[in-house]
């Protein structure tokens, strides 16, 4: 019943800019931390970026600087602001949310979005 969303990847030139977006919806009492998690061919997935419902964010090193992570939480979104994108950031990048729903309200799991693809190549 609760589904992540995510939108806004694409092809991009290397040194532009995109923006992910990702948006929870269905029977949710509250959405708590939320991040970006990245598979790139032949790499491990890795944590791109996260965010606390307080707004405390943290950064995987190669990306620090460059991209940015927010959120609304009136909106249960949570978005990816990526600059000065690299042939390396190109992955399948997913939205990842720990979410309490209504049947629940005091215990959160682990929900994820269905992935968007980010090629960065001239």
């Known amino acids: 019943q609760v589904q992540l969303v995510e939108s806004g990847g694409g092809l991009v030139q290397p040194g532009g800019s995109l923006r992910l977006s990702c948006a929870a919806s269905?029977?949710?009492?509250?959405?708590?931390?939320m991040g970006w998690y990245r598979q790139a061919p032949g790499k491990q997935r890795e944590s791109v970026a996260t965010i606390t419902r307080d707004g405390i964010t943290t950064y995987a090193g190669s990306v620090k600087g460059r991209f940015t992570i927010s959120r609304d939480n009136t909106k249960n979104t949570v978005y990816l602001q990526m600059n000065s994108l690299k042939p390396e950031d190109t992955a399948v990048y997913y939205c990842?949310?720990?979410?309490?729903?209504?049947?629940?309200?005091?215990?959160?799991?682990?929900?994820w979005g269905q992935g968007t693809q980010v090629t960065v190549s001239s």
């Open positions: 269905g029977s949710i009492f509250r959405v708590y931390a």
């Open positions: 990842n949310a720990n979410i309490a729903t209504m049947k629940a309200t005091y215990s959160s799991q682990a929900y």
